[in-house]
């Protein structure tokens, strides 16, 4: 399992978890169907630029972020998407694109959709595309301790 570090995590905090197997996916609506959850409670998981600061922004999957929105409400002047190449260092415990969104385990800042928030339990990569984990959110936001701002819209 290549998320062994966030494994840990989870058992060294007393966190009841569960991890899913499923076919390889790649996109995040694919998985929700595949996993046959509410793309609502699959959190993805997508890296920015924020000035010059990479961070992660986590939502659901049935929704998208809304650049304008999340420059007022960090105060950025410098809002991206990070590249592959940005970040490909600070993840190699997980494939590319199925990152967890516990960036606080990697030294980045985590910015949660409120939209996530209303979710019971919540769904996410394992660090791989074949592996999700659920667990409740209110745990994911003890260990993560994300800020949690509207940014998102449904699809």
Same mark, same amino acid.
């Given at each position: 399992?290549?998320?062994?570090?966030?494994?840990?995590?989870?058992?060294?905090?007393?966190?009841?978890?569960?991890?899913?197997?499923?076919?390889?996916?790649?996109?995040?609506?694919?998985?929700?169907?595949?996993? =046959?959850?509410?793309?609502?409670?699959?959190?993805?998981?997508?890296?920015?630029?924020?000035?010059?600061?990479?961070?992660?922004?986590?939502?659901?999957?049935?929704? =998208?972020?809304? &650049?304008?929105?999340?420059?007022?409400?960090?105060?950025?002047?410098?809002?991206?998407?990070?590249?592959?190449?940005?970040?490909?260092?600070? &993840?190699?415990?997980?494939?590319?694109?199925?990152?967890?969104?516990?960036?606080?385990?990697?030294?980045?800042?985590?910015?949660?959709?409120?939209?996530?928030?209303?979710?019971?339990?919540?769904? &996410?990569?394992?660090?791989?595309?074949?592996?999700?984990?659920?667990?409740?959110?209110?745990? &994911?936001?003890?260990?993560?301790?994300?800020?949690?701002?509207?940014?998102?819209?449904?699809?």
């Amino acid at each position: 399992m290549p998320l062994e570090k966030l494994i840990s995590y989870l058992d060294e905090n007393n966190v009841k978890y569960i991890i899913l197997k499923h076919s390889p996916a790649y996109a995040s609506q694919e998985i929700a169907e595949l996993a =046959h959850i509410p793309g609502k409670e699959l959190a993805k998981s997508v890296i920015l630029n924020l000035d010059g600061k990479i961070t992660m922004a986590v939502l659901p999957a049935s929704y =998208h972020i809304d &650049f304008q929105l999340l420059e007022e409400a960090t105060g950025a002047t410098r809002l991206s998407l990070a590249s592959e190449d940005d970040f490909k260092n600070l &993840f190699i415990d997980c494939e590319t694109g199925a990152m967890p969104p516990f960036g606080n385990l990697y030294g980045i800042d985590v910015y949660v959709a409120k939209s996530l928030t209303e979710d019971k339990e919540i769904f &996410f990569n394992a660090g791989n595309h074949s592996e999700l984990i659920k667990m409740s959110y209110q745990d &994911f936001e003890k260990l993560v301790k994300p800020k949690v701002l509207k940014f998102s819209e449904k699809y």
